[in-house]
């Protein structure tokens, strides 16, 4: 098992920053995918960014150049920096875990861009 705590989230105008963060514990070393997805209100869950082993990352094009995914493997620890944030940005953000089959996410943190 994995467990996943997200922090970071808040209200934020048009043009801001914010950054992301996400704690693993637990069997994080079969862990080989960290990736933040997010889901607005009447709308699926997306992939936003993933970080794979041997440094591979991955965002959908809404958010290239806009939102950097990172890993401090020392602490554990996922970070999503989002920077000139838009209103559709708006979303629960959530930590996702991809060890083998199986898939962890975290509890979700809420993210606020207003115009």
């Known amino acids: 098992q994995v467990q996943l705590v997200e922090s970071g989230g808040g209200l934020v105008q048009a043009g801001g920053s914010l950054r992301l963060s996400c704690a693993a514990s637990?069997?994080?070393?079969?862990?080989?995918?960290m990736a933040w997805y997010r889901q607005a209100p009447g709308k699926q869950r997306e992939l936003v960014a993933e970080?794979?082993?041997?440094?591979?990352?991955n965002y959908v094009d809404s958010v290239k150049g806009r939102f950097t995914i990172s890993r401090d493997n020392a602490k554990n620890t996922v970070y999503l920096q989002m920077n000139s944030l838009k209103p559709e940005d708006t979303a629960v953000y959530y930590c996702?875990?991809?060890?083998?089959?199986?898939?962890?996410w975290g509890q979700g943190t809420q993210v606020t861009v207003s115009s």
């Open positions: 637990g069997n994080i070393f079969r862990v080989n995918v």
């Open positions: 970080s794979r082993e041997g440094g591979y990352t």
């Open positions: 996702n875990a991809r060890s083998g089959f199986a898939r962890y």
